[in-house]
């Protein structure tokens, strides 16, 4: 059974950082390609980093790129999102994703929400003074 499941969310100042996990179960991570989304309220759920651990690949929404981080742990089954330089348009629920879809043809719509098959149930993030 895959099960996905986010910590690391809380309140942070503009300029702080967050580290958000993604703890993964029923399958081998290095098989699956993972992505994190994100929903503000009243807006729809974006795509905000994807990877693929077999191949190191990595991809970013161009709202994120330089900001924040991918990686994977594959002894640990965890997908991590390093997030630095946090401003307020980043406050969302944060999502992590997995799908049936190989990492090979899943790269070129990463992006897109119904590509994905299972869904943690999100943490919070809140960027606020």
């Known amino acids: 059974q895959v099960q996905l499941v986010e910590s690391g969310g809380g309140l942070v100042q503009p300029g702080g950082s967050l580290r958000l996990s993604c703890a993964t179960s029923g399958f081998t991570l290095g098989s699956l390609a993972i992505a994190w989304f994100r929903q503000a309220p009243g807006k729809e759920r974006e795509g905000v980093s994807w990877i693929s651990t077999s191949s190191g690949n990595t991809l970013y929404a161009d709202s994120v790129k330089g900001r924040f981080t991918i990686s994977g742990d594959s002894a640990k089954n965890t997908v991590y999102l390093q997030m630095n330089n946090l401003n307020p348009e980043d406050t969302a629920v944060y999502y992590c994703?997995?799908?049936?879809?190989?990492?090979?043809?899943?790269?070129?719509?990463?992006?897109?929400?119904?590509?994905?098959?299972?869904w943690g149930q999100g943490t919070q993030v809140t960027v606020s003074s």
């Open positions: 994703a997995t799908s049936r879809t190989p990492p090979l043809l899943l790269k070129e719509r990463w992006a897109q929400r119904g590509q994905y098959d299972y």
